[in-house]
């Protein structure tokens, strides 16, 4: 016996192994240049099963370039979920961009303990390919606090929670290791100091590392 033979008997592993011959499978953007950029097809767009990330300062578009991406994920049949940490959900909004809004979870919480049980309960019970067509629009990451911020501000304290790209970086992580596709908007911060580059990604590196695609 081979050994995929061998790891396609055990039940824990072989859900985690890639079905040989599979293509990769991608929800378009409908525009041809983000298509090239998060994929470098014209007909492709973000990847299922993964994170892409898109990066831009305020009053940019991230946000409808979200919705945009979450009516053509329904489009296609997904199971769609949005997670909104700066809270700033509209359903008009969302219903007049032609978003079906019935039985659509709108989770509102910024506290990292929090998402990560809502993303373990979202992939809960579902095979891969069920967690691959699973979309989740994340708006935004920069709103991310830890437990250990609400503590403090629930005492009165102003000090830093030195700890905060630990707790981001685990939910990274779950997020990577759940297989669900999510779409995460993220912001950019200047750089002051004058070295490096001129724009950058705040949010931890696991963020980075994990996303297949990036656009800034």
Not at 63 to 89: H, N, P, Y
Not at 106 to 126: D, N, P, W, Y
Not at 148 to 171: C, H, Q, T, Y
Request: net charge neutral.
């Amino acid at each position: 016996m081979g050994m995929y033979e061998t790891l396609m008997k055990n039940k824990d592993l072989a859900d985690k192994i890639v079905a040989r011959g599979k293509n990769r499978e991608f929800i378009s953007t409908n525009v041809i240049t983000m298509n090239l950029l998060f994929s470098g097809r014209v007909r492709g767009g973000i990847p299922k099963g993964k994170i892409s990330q898109i990066s831009a300062d305020s009053s940019l578009g991230k946000s409808m370039f979200g919705l945009a991406l979450l009516k053509e994920a329904q489009r296609k049949g997904m199971d769609c979920a949005v997670i909104d940490t700066e809270r700033s959900w509209d359903w008009g909004l969302a219903e007049a961009f032609g978003i079906n809004i019935e039985k659509l979870p709108v989770i509102q919480t910024g506290e990292i303990a929090k998402l990560k049980m809502a993303v373990s309960e979202m992939a809960e019970g579902k095979n891969r390919e069920q967690r691959e067509n699973t979309f989740v629009l994340f708006d935004s990451w920069g709103c991310l606090v830890s437990h250990v911020i609400l503590n403090k501000a629930a005492k009165g304290s102003e000090a830093r929670d030195m700890s905060l790209p630990f707790w981001k970086n685990e939910l990274a992580n779950v997020m990577a290791e759940s297989d669900m596709t999510f779409f995460v908007i993220n912001h950019v911060i200047t750089n002051t100091g004058g070295f490096g580059d001129p724009l950058s990604v705040p949010g931890g590196k696991r963020l980075y590392f994990n996303s297949d695609g990036i656009v800034m």
